[in-house]
């Protein structure tokens, strides 16, 4: 299996503009999580699906960040209108769900908003 | 408070040191911990995980949980060049594929 796949692996945008981060979870996996990660706050959960469906988004900083799951094998982050503050670096993680802890992360999307 | 607490470090070792990495938490309900390594540029990988209190040994990889003091500890002996990275510990109430915590993490390096 190839892992969980994100793209892109990097993204400089202006702030004002539209971001898009894309995940692809592991196949089987029914679990899809989205962290944001600083230097200053660490690790921190935004949103996480089970078999496609938001279970939990109080971890979203805003409305100006949504996430969809359209599919088992597909999911989306977007941030509109994208701010200097949300450069992070963006991971999607999938499990199964009697697996404890054993998220596997992607490689992250390193997002810097100048 | 935060619920999770961990010493950003950075630590620096020379090979074949014993590392020891420490967390806090402050909601008893947290009954599985474990430990993730994230090398640069690469997302957080699972190391090791206990549940509840008690020790747990993985080769040159120790977990200690001490639900009494809400304490937990990695130990790695005779560290390698290798395991520079950083560590961050995680946990949460129930099983399966509950939400984590995770602590900001210890970065370590190990010097040849």
């Known amino acids: 299996d190839a892992g969980v796949i994100q793209s892109p692996r990097h993204e400089v945008t202006e702030m004002g503009q539209e971001v898009t981060l894309r995940c692809k979870p592991i196949?089987?996996?029914?679990?899809l999580f989205w962290y944001r990660q600083t230097m200053m706050r660490g690790l921190e959960l935004l949103i996480y699906?089970?078999?496609?469906?938001?279970?939990?988004d109080s971890g979203m900083p805003e409305d100006r960040f949504s996430a969809k799951m359209p599919n088992a094998s597909f999911s989306t982050l977007k941030i509109q209108p994208s701010e200097p503050r949300d450069s992070a670096v963006y991971f999607c993680?999938?499990?199964?769900?009697?697996?404890?802890?054993?998220?596997?992360f992607g490689s992250g999307t390193r997002l810097t908003v100048v | 408070q935060k619920e999770v607490e961990q010493d950003p470090g950075p630590l620096s070792v020379p090979e074949g040191a014993i590392v020891s990495l420490n967390c806090t938490y402050s909601?008893?309900?947290?009954?599985?911990f474990m430990w993730y390594r994230q090398y640069s540029r690469k997302g957080p990988e699972l190391l090791m995980y206990t549940y509840s209190s008690g020790n747990k040994e993985d080769g040159r990889f120790t977990a200690q949980v001490d639900k009494s003091s809400k304490y937990i500890s990695l130990f790695i002996r005779d560290s390698q060049p290798s395991d520079s990275a950083t560590y961050l510990c995680a946990m949460s109430a129930r099983g399966g594929s509950e939400k984590l915590v995770f602590g900001k993490g210890t970065k370590l390096t190990v010097n040849p």
């Open positions: 909601n008893s309900a947290f009954q599985y």
């Open positions: 699906f089970n078999n496609n469906v938001p279970i939990d």
């Open positions: 993680a999938s499990s199964l769900w009697q697996a404890i802890g054993g998220y596997t």
């Open positions: 196949s089987g996996h029914d679990y």
